[in-house]
């Protein structure tokens, strides 16, 4: 599915063929600390199809669970999160964030990944009251 892709500010944009089929949910507390909320949502897109058309992501390199650096993409001005690759040898896939599509409303997850460590009230969020506007 081809996406556009915008951080806030607007200095980072991208466009993408991404892997609809293998968007996903994580629940991993790198996710809920580097989204400062209570997961991410992701799909990728190979290298290939990632193409930044705007701007240049700052990048944070974290050590992954598997011990191999990733690097977190993010606008340096507005910090909206853009993306995380390898960051050592090819970079062959992006995971990138739904959050900054503008198709977000159409990317629909197909699993929820690091379940253990998901915030228990995600499983009865239907039960908290809604409201229109915050
Ligand atoms: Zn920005
Ligand atoms: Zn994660």
């Known amino acids: 599915?081809?996406?556009?892709?915008?951080?806030?500010?607007?200095?980072?944009?991208?466009?993408?063929e991404i892997d609809i089929h293998a968007a996903m949910i994580c629940h991993c507390t790198d996710c809920q600390t580097l989204s400062s909320t209570a997961f991410r949502v992701n799909?990728?897109?190979?290298?290939?199809?990632?193409?930044?058309?705007?701007?240049?992501?700052?990048?944070?390199v974290k050590i992954g669970e598997s011990g191999r650096p990733r690097a977190q993409g993010?606008?340096?001005?507005?910090?909206?999160?853009?993306?995380?690759?390898?960051?050592?040898?090819?970079?062959?896939?992006?995971?990138?964030?739904?959050?900054?599509?503008?198709?977000?409303?159409?990317?629909?997850?197909?699993?929820?990944?690091w379940n253990q460590s998901a915030l228990k009230w995600i499983r009865n969020l239907q039960t908290i009251p809604t409201q229109e506007k915050g």
Not at 1 to 9: F, L
């Open 1 to 16: 599915m081809r996406v556009n892709g915008s951080c806030h500010c607007g200095a980072i944009q991208y466009e993408a």
């Open 43 to 60: 799909a990728p897109a190979s290298a290939e199809n990632f193409k930044l058309t705007k701007g240049t992501p700052k990048e944070y």
């Open 74 to 113: 993010f606008c340096s001005n507005c910090g909206t999160q853009i993306y995380a690759t390898s960051a050592e040898g090819d970079r062959s896939i992006f995971m990138l964030r739904v959050g900054a599509m503008k198709e977000r409303s159409l990317v629909i997850p197909k699993i929820q990944s």
